[in-house]
């Protein structure tokens, strides 16, 4: 499939794929079932129509508010459905039409609801963390033997890296809650570490490493800024951060690992 008719496609996918995350990231942290009811207006709970409930479009047409009251809806509706449409779009150039392409739109999707979520109430859901490790444990087996000469390496190096990336971080928290005494990290990101290990050791193990200096440089860059901006030293989720280094370590896997093949 040419790249011109797989970008579209990955884009509309993405739009419907992003409004069922607002979906995932209302509900799930309520302990609500993200299949049923319907969508509702948050202010007046009244259902929202089918025409009232097309990606991006009906929020602009409706001006950002609720066609029943007349409320506004948050803005971040549109934005997580614009935003996972992008992820689509940039895993569709990383990927091409390959075998490897919906796991990794897929994979990108479950790291922006997680973000969102870790953003607004500070928490890394286990009804999501736990089974997408699961799924990604089972999903690389058949990925590896369709996609890659070696599958055998490449099954290797996702338990590689999920138990490195995880392993690390999981030893970095326990330290720093010794020494300093105080809570940094929470285990929410030590899973996180797990799933993202997974994908990234999947491509080769070292993308592990490049990932967590992405992270930790974007973590420090959003710390001081949070830090001037409220002239206060206050905890602000990590989780984000390890999600945005590992989707830009991936979306730039084949570059970093031309340099180090070049460098060795």
Not at 127 to 138: A, G, M
Not at 196 to 216: C, D, E, H
Request: hydrophobic letters at 55%.
């Amino acid at each position: 499939m040419s790249t011109a008719l797989l970008l579209p496609i990955l884009a509309l996918f993405g739009l419907v794929i992003g409004s069922f995350l607002n979906v995932v990231i209302v509900r799930v942290p309520a302990g609500e079932s993200v299949i049923g009811p319907a969508s509702k207006c948050p202010q007046c709970e009244n259902p929202i129509a089918a025409r009232d409930n097309i990606p991006v479009v009906s929020w602009l047409l409706l001006r950002g508010k609720c066609r029943s009251c007349g409320e506004s809806i948050p803005a971040g509706y549109p934005l997580v459905e614009a935003a996972n449409t992008a992820l689509w779009v940039l895993a569709g150039l990383r990927f091409g039409a390959s075998w490897e392409l919906v796991p990794y739109a897929v994979f990108f999707s479950v790291l922006l609801a997680l973000s969102v979520i870790d953003l607004e109430l500070y928490i890394l859901p286990n009804k999501i963390t736990y089974p997408s490790i699961l799924v990604s444990l089972v999903a690389v087996v058949p990925l590896a033997y369709l996609s890659v000469d070696e599958p055998r390496n490449a099954i290797l190096g996702a338990v590689i890296g999920g138990v490195a990336y995880a392993g690390f971080l999981g030893v970095t928290l326990i330290a720093y809650e010794l020494i300093v005494h105080k809570e940094g990290m929470g285990m929410g990101d030590v899973k996180l570490a797990a799933l993202l290990g997974i994908w990234l050791g999947y491509l080769n193990p070292f993308l592990v490493l490049y990932a967590l200096i992405a992270a930790s440089l974007i973590g420090l860059v959003v710390g001081a800024i949070i830090m001037i901006v409220r002239k206060a030293s206050e905890p602000y989720p990590f989780g984000p951060w390890l999600a945005v280094g590992a989707v830009g370590t991936i979306l730039l896997s084949e570059q970093i690992l031309h340099t180090l093949l070049n460098a060795a």
